[in-house]
């Protein structure tokens, strides 16, 4: 813990982890993050170094060239491909599940059978890979049903579907079109559950788990959350409606069952755990908390509002985990709101158009930070590169307040095609 010359490797790409290497480099501990593969901001940011590099392989051999004291994973991908195995196989320290536990959100049909398991609420569901015999099944059941593919999408993989026949497009296109490849070719069909969603966040160690501060994103595209499901247009910290009774609640019915399960189950828990929830109506002591699914990874755009009001040193959390020591764990945040707006690029999400030049940013401060997503910087012109282009964070006295910050900086934010949704923090404002 005397190591004042740390070297630190973010896996990753995206505004999450473009949050997670800014928060490290405020480390007085922190001399370099190296961020793979990165993205346009990660490559101007002081004390940061892109890498272009992907393959466990290359990863595992630049940590032990360079001296990486260790590694975050922010995605889901390189966990599901066992990037965290591979670290560890070499004798590395690495932030993150491994990969067979990483199957809580790789399968969804493998975290539904372990929630039945482990007593934790749930919608019904059953699985599918015959496109007739889950026709039959949302014929019986009835709309509003949810049809979601088994394996990883990248947040798309699920139709709420309002009526039978959206239902069966569904199925046709995961089972028979093969949209989303090997991940579509199961389906889990799931009863449509009523409420307020909320994201809840914790670090686990194996044993201990650690809370982040609550936050709630928004997935659909557009206004009033309308439009396609996208992975997320923006998030805010924290979340009102997590009292202080449901967030003991959540944390014995949801977070204490899994961490407690996996380890009886002998595939210990190590990582960022985050439990998607659907909140039901009533007093907060009884109202239904069910767990739509589990991601092994922070939420992105969750990440940006949470890193923004994170006070205490992020290196030294990780390395308590790292160390199975989370039950001595403290973590401080700012008391301040935060909001962050996903400025998204023309086409997305089904077809996210790139190239479009982004012109120069405002400048970052204390309580405002633009994370960059899918950016590149091309011979010093920032461009855009992916759907999800910004994340536009701001904190302020009140979730009102952060909430004009992070507008009055979007305001100033120009590449064309830009969408953005102009409501973010809707639910927790209204009257
Ligand atoms: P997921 O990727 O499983 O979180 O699903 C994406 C989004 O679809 C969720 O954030 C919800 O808005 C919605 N959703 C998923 N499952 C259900 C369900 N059983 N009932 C209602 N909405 C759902
Ligand atoms: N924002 C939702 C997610 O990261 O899955």
Request: with cysteine; glycine share 10%.
């Amino acid at each position: 813990m005397t190591d004042n010359t740390m070297k630190l490797l973010v896996i990753g790409a995206g505004g999450r982890e473009h949050a997670i290497a800014w928060r490290l480099t405020q480390s007085q501990r922190v001399t370099k993050v190296y961020v793979a593969p990165g993205n346009g901001g990660t490559a101007q940011a002081e004390r940061m170094e892109n890498l272009p590099l992907h393959r466990n392989e290359d990863l595992v051999a630049f940590a032990k060239d360079h001296d990486i004291a260790f590694a975050v994973v922010g995605p889901e991908a390189p966990l599901a491909q066992g990037v965290v195995d591979a670290f560890r196989a070499a004798g590395l320290r690495i932030f993150g599940p491994t990969q067979a536990a990483a199957r809580l959100e790789s399968s969804k049909e493998y975290a539904k059978d372990f929630m039945l398991r482990h007593g934790i609420d749930t919608a019904s569901y059953q699985s599918f890979t015959d496109a007739q015999a889950a026709k039959d099944y949302v014929t019986k059941q009835g709309a509003p049903i949810v049809i979601k593919a088994d394996g990883l999408a990248a947040g798309k993989g699920v139709v709420v579907a309002e009526t039978l026949e959206q239902a069966h497009a569904a199925i046709d296109s995961m089972l028979d079109a093969g949209e989303f490849g090997q991940a579509g070719a199961r389906v889990v069909i799931e009863e449509f559950l009523e409420g307020e969603e909320a994201s809840f966040i914790v670090l686990c160690d194996g044993q201990n788990v650690l809370p982040m501060a609550t936050s709630q994103d928004h997935k659909r595209l557009l206004d009033g959350d309308q439009g396609p499901n996208t992975g997320g247009m923006g998030a805010y910290s924290p979340a009102p409606i997590v009292s202080p009774t449901l967030h003991n609640r959540i944390m014995r019915e949801i977070i204490y069952p899994t961490v407690q399960g996996m380890a009886r189950e002998g595939i210990p828990y190590t990582g960022f755990l985050y439990a998607g929830l659907m909140i039901g109506e009533g007093p907060d002591n009884t109202r239904p908390i069910k767990l739509l699914e589990y991601n092994c990874r922070m939420g992105d755009p969750e990440a940006q509002p949470i890193m923004l009001r994170l006070k205490s040193d992020l290196s030294e959390i990780f390395e308590q985990a790292l160390d199975g020591q989370l039950d001595q764990a403290t973590i401080d945040w700012d008391r301040r709101a935060a909001l962050g707006v996903v400025m998204a690029s023309a086409g997305y999400p089904e077809q996210p158009r790139t190239g479009d030049i982004i012109q120069p940013l405002p400048e970052n401060q204390e309580d405002r930070m633009i994370f960059h997503a899918g950016t590149s910087l091309n011979e010093g012109v920032l461009q855009t590169s992916g759907g999800r282009v910004l994340c536009v964070t701001a904190l302020g006295d009140s979730l009102r307040r952060a909430q004009e910050a992070a507008y009055a900086t979007a305001a100033q934010v120009h590449f064309e095609g830009k969408q953005f949704r102009s409501d973010i923090g809707w639910r927790a404002l209204k009257g």
